[in-house]
């Protein structure tokens, strides 16, 4: 059996709403459905279909497994067989590791080195340029002709 539903107004009141919820089955629900509480077609005070048989057509008509569509256009055979190839020659590839020359915002390069088992390795290529040496001139100052 649940668990019974006792609540605590703000006033201390204990509301047991599984009790209530038996005492009012039978009661007319409001609305424009003309059901019971229980969910039973009511018609002049008498129960017409069950809860049950009302859903029960619904259910027996609806679709239990879920279609698998493609967005994308079936492949022809001669393109099967082109895409195979390409599979074996990346699948050689994987068991090597994947090298990516970066370069950095002050010039200097470095291989990026990623593993297939996900590890990755930096190598400096180029280190960063040499800054040429300006020679700082002496500021005169301006002559005043007075």
Do not use: C, F, H, W
């Amino acid at each position: 059996m649940a668990k019974k539903k006792v609540y605590r107004t703000n006033k201390g009141k204990t509301i047991d709403m599984e009790a209530m919820r038996v005492a009012n089955e039978r009661t007319i629900a409001s609305g424009n459905m003309k059901v019971n509480a229980k969910g039973d077609e009511v018609k002049g005070g008498k129960v017409v279909k069950t809860a049950k048989e009302r859903v029960k057509p619904y259910y027996k008509n609806k679709q239990t497994q879920i279609a698998r569509t493609s967005v994308k256009p079936k492949l022809k055979e001669s393109d099967k067989k082109v895409n195979l190839s390409k599979a074996a020659v990346e699948d050689e590839k994987k068991d090597e590791p994947k090298i990516t020359l970066r370069t950095r915002d002050d010039g200097s390069q470095y291989n990026e080195i990623l593993y297939p088992d996900g590890t990755m390795e930096v190598e400096e290529v180029a280190a960063e340029p040499k800054k040429k040496k300006t020679s700082k001139k002496k500021k005169t100052p301006p002559s005043s002709s007075i």
